[in-house]
Antibody, heavy 119, light 107 residues
Framework: EVQLVESGGGLVQPGGSLTLSCAAS????????MSWVRQAPGKGLEWVAN????????YYVDSVKGRFTISRVNAKNSLYLQMNSLRAEDTAVYYC????????????WGQGTLVTVSS | QSALTQPASVSGSPGQSITISCTGT?????????VSWYQQHPGKAPKLMIY???NRPSGVSNRFSGSKSGNTASLTISGLQAEDEADYYC???????FGGGTKLTVL
């Protein structure tokens, strides 16, 4: 059974940093692109970043470029999101999502981890 | 990249059919077949319901169907059931942009 379990969320002050983790199981994560998608309270979904199978390509939504870094350690079946210079508008539930083998959609999602940026 | 446009809410009675629209541009919805739909119950993770405009993943009820015409994609749910009450989001993978979401209420 495919499972994605996020961790690392919490309360952080504006300007602070946080690293999210996503542990994958039930599939060979090294064979898939992986993404982070977030959802602000009461709002819709927003794609944040994704990373190629071998980590050689990474893409980000404009609003987080230069502040967030996506990475992966395939040997640990793990995905990460390093978030720096956090702003109030980064407050959201962050989901880890697997991109389907043929690409073009997100076929499995984790349960999410809440990040709250507030003083 | 602007979000795709969905109606904020739709409703229907059990057994009826409803359609949720998702409008973009020729640069996203209209130009590519990479439109997907996600169902999200309150406090839960999104679930893939339709991919590549009209394909259903294994395990998704055939009451869910998708289509596209021009720059607008549509999700149709037939034979509405109480468990279908949820938020629904479309997505154009080309630009990795989601719609604003539609709240489906089963009356």
């Amino acid at each position: 059974e495919v499972q994605l379990v996020e961790s690392g969320g919490g309360l952080v002050q504006p300007g602070g940093s946080l690293t999210l983790s996503c542990a994958a199981s039930g599939f060979t994560s090294s064979s898939y692109w992986m993404s982070w998608v977030r959802q602000a309270p009461g709002k819709g979904l927003e794609w944040v970043a994704n990373i190629k199978q071998d980590g050689s390509e990474k893409y980000y939504v404009d609003s987080v470029k230069g502040r967030f870094t996506i990475s992966r350690v395939n040997a640990k079946n793990s995905l990460y999101l390093q978030m720096n210079s956090l702003r109030a508008e980064d407050t959201a539930v962050y989901y880890c999502a697997r991109e389907s083998p043929d690409g073009y959609n997100f076929d499995f999602w984790g349960q999410g981890t809440l990040v709250t940026v507030s003083s | 990249q602007s979000a795709l446009t969905q109606p904020a809410s739709v409703s229907g009675s059990p057994g009826q059919s409803i359609t949720i629209s998702c409008t973009g541009t020729s640069s996203d919805v209209g130009g590519y077949k990479y439109v997907s739909w996600y169902q999200q119950h309150p406090g839960k993770a999104p679930k893939l319901m339709i991919y590549e405009v009209s394909n259903r993943p294994s395990g998704v009820s055939n009451r869910f169907s998708g289509s596209k015409s021009g720059n607008t994609a549509s999700l149709t749910i037939s034979g509405l059931q109480a468990e279908d009450e949820a938020d629904y989001y479309c997505c154009s993978y080309k630009n990795r942009v989601f719609g604003g979401g539609t709240k489906l209420t089963v009356l």
